[in-house]
């Protein structure tokens, strides 16, 4: 009898003290989901009253929170104040109207409706039967975006040519991808003219193009695929045009190499600049090459007739990718990538056939479907033509103050300028900018000068911002010049 009492005041003891652990039960996720929303819409409705870059030393978090993990529970209560604490001190407001540093990372409230629902069916689509809906919603989605974008018919998989599309994390991957399926298909090609020669051999051999203004990504994909990597110069539009590149594969091919992959940027990191593919295309195709477009930033303006055109010459490539995590409104992971032949996308992998290098996939043609559904066509091209349009304004601006220069054509919503002087004049100028943190802006290097890249990125930007941006940067230049000539 004592032993029965024992064992059952033990269990219900074990039992109770099970239930008292659970974290968060639905009740209580349904009042702090809906506080969270509040949370989220009222950070995302004031963000511009913040300081949009920090104003944080490195290292600064990790005094202000314990060693180690909380070896008990804690409240929500607790862990909420420390967000407010810890975490917005050393946030970069990314989605404020003054942010105009990179590119744009996309944020709607669609698509983080669609992101919380992601999370919640927490299915991972790594094949068909792991969650049916989740890779037939994603070829679908990239079927409509692919037409969004006037894409040749062989890049989608609803037609009858052998090509698709496929979400990836990021324009890095899609690189990485484009470059191992390319690798794979030139080793075959090889092994199958000279059966005698090891793969060891012809790997060794292949060589991988892309231009000198192209994304590190791309150099980083030659590193990891384990191939050479050339640069390419580009001409005075910064563009890579085919007679360079052909000089390039001749000299190679002359010295036993094997030309095999060139990454195409359409829109570059430093100023949007875009290669000739019109030219390069046919050059690629004669000589083999597999050609991968990465317009990681740009991609998103094909939607609008009106910028189609840079799209042309896609029809040669072997693969192409965008980010509509950049400035499609889709919020950041959600990259699309299109193979004219899928089969040497999913042959690139000796396992089993597979898209892309993790196992494990979110569901986020979620986010494709809500924005696209509620935004529509017209929704998403009258955004794009927004962002254009505001950095035409800023572009008309600086045109007009002699003291500035613009260093590159304006094609979409990043405007290259800078002070006319001294590259340590314009360092100084951006230093200050930095350290009031009323608005955000990043450098790069234009045939070694230091340029000022002005970026359109909210989805909140307005005219008035733009304007009140330009005329603190002509505030502080003032007062630069003043004490740089006294
Ligand atoms: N390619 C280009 C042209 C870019 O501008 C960028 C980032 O800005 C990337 C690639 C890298 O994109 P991701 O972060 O999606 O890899």
């Known amino acids: ?34 506080e969270m929303v509040d949370f989220v819409a009222d950070y995302l409705e004031n963000i511009e009253h913040r300081r949009v870059y920090p104003d944080v030393e490195p290292g600064y978090l990790r005094s202000m929170i314990p060693s180690e993990a909380p070896l008990e529970p804690e409240s929500y209560e607790d862990v909420l104040k420390d967000v407010d604490r810890v975490i917005m001190p050393g946030i970069t407001h990314w989605q404020s109207p003054h942010f105009h540093a990179y590119f744009p990372s996309a944020s709607s409230y669609p698509a983080l409706l669609a992101d919380m629902l992601c999370g919640g069916l ?7 039967a792991a969650s049916p809906a989740c890779t037939e919603l994603e070829t679908v989605m990239l079927d409509w975006l692919g037409k969004m974008l006037q894409l040749p018919e062989d890049f989608l998989a609803g037609t009858k040519g052998q090509g698709g599309g496929v979400i990836q994390g990021t324009a890095s991957e899609a690189t990485l991808m484009a470059l191992l399926a390319a690798r794979c298909k030139a080793v075959k090609c090889v092994h199958e003219s000279d059966p005698q020669r090891s793969e060891a ?65 359409l829109g570059t990191t430093p100023s949007c600049a875009f290669d000739k593919i019109t030219e390069l295309g046919p050059l690629c195709n004669a000589e083999n090459i597999w050609m991968h477009i990465d317009a990681a930033y740009a991609g998103s303006s094909f939607i609008c007739p009106e910028f189609r055109p840079l799209l042309d010459g896609v029809e040669f490539a072997d693969s192409f990718n965008f980010n509509p995590h950049k400035w499609l409104l889709v919020n950041f992971d959600c990259s699309a990538m299109w193979v004219k032949k899928r089969t040497d996308l999913i042959g690139a992998f000796k396992l089993d056939p597979h898209w892309g290098i993790p196992l494990g996939r979110r569901f ?112 502080l230049s003032s007062e630069l010049l003043l004490k740089h000539h006294s």
Not at 122 to 128: A, N, S
Not at 239 to 265: H, Q, Y
């Open 364 to 475: 986020r043609s979620l986010k494709l479907w809500f924005v696209f559904r509620m935004y529509g066509q017209s929704g998403l091209q009258a955004y794009i033509r927004k962002h254009v349009e505001l950095a035409k304004v800023f572009e008309t601006m600086v045109k007009k103050d002699k003291r500035f220069e613009i260093c590159a054509e304006v094609v979409l919503g990043l405007v290259c300028f800078r002070l006319k002087g001294s590259d340590e004049l314009n360092e100084a100028l951006l230093k200050e900018m930095t350290h009031l943190g009323r608005i955000h802006l990043v450098p790069c290097k234009l045939r070694g000068r230091f340029v000022l890249r002005f970026a359109v990125c909210g989805r909140t930007t307005e005219l008035r911002h733009v304007q009140e941006a330009w005329t603190h940067i002509t505030e």
């Open 1 to 34: 009898m004592t032993v029965f009492v024992c064992v059952c005041v033990c269990v219900c003891v074990c039992v109770c003290s099970l239930n008292s652990r659970v974290t968060m039960d639905a009740a209580e996720f349904r009042r702090r989901g809906k």
């Open 122 to 128: 927490g299915c991972i689509g790594f094949t068909w």
């Open 201 to 265: 051999d012809i790997i060794s051999k292949l060589i991988a193009y892309t231009s000198e203004e192209a994304h590190s990504s791309v150099e980083r994909a030659g590193l990891i695929g384990g191939v050479g990597i050339r640069m390419v110069a580009t001409d005075e539009h910064f563009s890579v045009r085919a007679e360079t590149l052909e000089k390039m594969v001749a000299e190679d091919k002359a010295a036993g190499f094997i030309p095999f992959f060139f990454c195409a940027t």
